[in-house]
């Protein structure tokens, strides 16, 4: 069994099908070409990607298209987020080209309870515990699962023509934005300016300033100070060191910087952060890392999604796009299947 949360069904010598769940995001973009869905089970994120900024909370449902540049911030230290990655692989084979579309699918405080989103939840839990199950016929179940419930994500959300100059244009912009956040991730501690960033992505500091707003949601600046807080809060994590010294190694101008990042960000200053560290041996900070299993705020969660009523998702009304009848008895069939196979 799995220490942590995370599973892979491989096919064609790729992953195919993947879950997994993490907890304090790194300050990071990136984009792959999987379809991603997450549920944030604990907490409260915030994350920018296709334009749009959405504030995640405990419940919530974000659907990220695949190449899809995006950025994850964490609201709270201990956030919990379950990922699903699907292969466009899957979705091609049935001649639908996601990369034609702009796909919103989102929900807020107005409709995470929403009947279709109960019924995500219900089945992205199912695809866990196929995935965890770690059989042959699991793993078809799995797959059968994502790409159905995947599939008609995709028909019911709210979708645009890409309006693109091209797809090499669009795979060109990543790799700058990617040249940047690289840069920075490299330099942060010595605080370059924005005509070094730009001197070092090759292009005018105004174009690419802009740019990187539209593609991230925030500036290149404030990025570099998440960047440097991220970093002070992982060596606050492994080093019991004098704090002025940690802020100046993180690219920190002084202490007072420090203090005042600590505050926005966190709601706690540098000395009040250590107290917490030192009276918690739990990671509590922000860097990536993938829960350990089994964890009791993750089973709690994937236990009551999985109590929602699967009949919820036939019943219609005037505010919810629901799941096609046929889509929800095609899923009951699968899982029929299973649970006769498994006896």
Not at 23 to 34: A, D, I, V
Not at 99 to 120: E, G, L
Not at 201 to 206: C, I, L, V, W
Request: aromatic share 10%.
């Amino acid at each position: 069994m799995n220490d942590i949360y995370h599973y892979e069904f491989m096919k064609d010598n790729a992953a195919w099908v993947k879950q997994y769940v993490i907890s304090g995001n790194q300050y990071r973009f990136g984009w792959h070409g999987t379809i991603e869905l997450m549920i944030v089970l604990d907490g409260e994120v915030e994350v920018f990607s296709d334009g749009n900024l959405h504030r995640l909370e405990t419940d919530d449902i974000l659907l990220i298209n695949s190449n899809s540049g995006h950025s994850i911030f964490p609201l709270s230290p201990t956030s919990i987020i379950l990922v699903t990655e699907l292969s466009a692989l899957c979705l091609e084979t049935f001649d639908l080209n996601t990369q034609q579309y702009h796909i919103v699918f989102a929900s807020d405080k107005k409709t995470r309870y929403d009947i279709q989103y109960t019924h995500i939840r219900y089945s992205i839990a199912k695809i866990l515990r196929h995935l965890q199950a770690g059989e042959k016929i699991d793993y078809i179940a799995a797959e059968a699962l994502a790409t159905v419930l995947f599939s008609d994500i995709i028909k019911q959300s709210e979708l645009r023509i890409n309006d693109e100059p091209g797809e090499a244009i669009g795979k060109k912009v990543n790799e700058v934005i990617k040249k940047v956040t690289n840069y920075i991730e490299t330099n942060y501690h010595a605080r370059p300016s924005l005509s070094e960033i730009a001197d070092a992505a090759g292009y005018n500091k105004t174009y690419l300033s802009t740019l990187f707003k539209k593609i991230i949601g925030i500036s290149i600046y404030e990025y570099m100070t998440r960047v440097k807080l991220r970093n002070a809060l992982t060596m606050m994590e492994s080093d019991e060191g004098n704090l002025l010294d940690i802020a100046l190694s993180n690219g920190f101008a002084d202490g007072r910087s420090f203090k005042h990042c600590m505050e926005k960000y966190c709601g706690k200053s540098p000395q009040e952060y250590r107290h917490l560290l030192v009276n918690n041996k739990q990671r509590v900070g922000i860097a990536r890392y993938y829960v350990r299993c089994p964890n009791t705020n993750v089973e709690n969660q994937i236990k009551q999604y999985m109590q929602s009523p699967q009949g919820d998702a036939r019943v219609t009304d005037s505010n919810n796009y629901m799941l096609k009848k046929e889509i929800t008895l095609h899923c009951s069939a699968i899982l029929d299947l299973i649970e006769l196979r498994s006896e």
